[in-house]
């Protein structure tokens, strides 16, 4: 298996264990985690308080070809990154690029403002549904839905354990 590098798009107020529990799986896979906010070096905080990030890179400094895979943590922070154009314009690339992206919680909202979620399997949590089925996806009320290898979502911190195996399954490929 080779090591695959995962760019996380996170902020302030991300759902703490939606970027620890998948950040610790992919690191014990030995495969890479960077994460990318607007500089490199602050310090964000999860919502819980439980977590703080150091970010590895700035939006600026980094292209969709550096990463295997995209992690979107929920919590408020998607909310927050979807209002710069950067991360909306990085997700949809990614998209774009058929690399896999693994979404949960609230980080489908990056996926809808970069509109790359038409015809697509997917879930979210309760307050997203209707902005997920709007933007064209096919909702499934599940603890874990896969789109072609290249879609993984989940809705809250107790999809987790689904969330991260179905994830490492794909970056094991």
């Known amino acids: 298996m080779s090591n695959k590098k995962i760019a996380v798009l996170i902020t302030d107020e991300f759902e703490d264990a939606e970027f620890t529990s998948p950040a610790d799986a992919y690191k014990q896979a030995g495969h890479q985690v960077i994460t990318i906010e607007k500089k490199a070096g ?3 905080k999860g919502k819980k308080g439980e977590a703080s990030v150091t970010i590895d890179k700035s939006i600026d400094d980094v292209s969709v070809e550096d990463f295997d895979a995209l992690l979107l943590p929920g919590g408020h922070s998607p909310d927050s990154l979807r209002g710069d154009d950067r991360f909306v314009a990085f ?3 990614f998209s774009d690029s058929g690399k896999p992206i693994f979404a949960i919680c609230h980080g489908p909202q990056l ?3 970069a509109d790359v979620l038409r015809g697509r399997k997917a879930t979210t949590v309760k307050p997203v549904v209707v902005d997920v089925k709007n933007a ?3 909702f499934y009320d599940k603890e874990v ?3 072609n290898d290249t879609l993984v979502t989940s809705r ?3 999809d987790l354990p ?3 195996r179905e994830a490492l399954r794909i970056l094991a490929q």
Do not use: H, W, Y
């Open 42 to 44: 602050n310090v964000v």
């Open 91 to 93: 997700t949809k690339a």
């Open 111 to 113: 996926l809808i403002s």
């Open 136 to 138: 064209g996806a096919d």
């Open 145 to 147: 839905v896969v789109d």
């Open 156 to 158: 809250t911190p107790e």
């Open 162 to 164: 689904a969330f991260n």
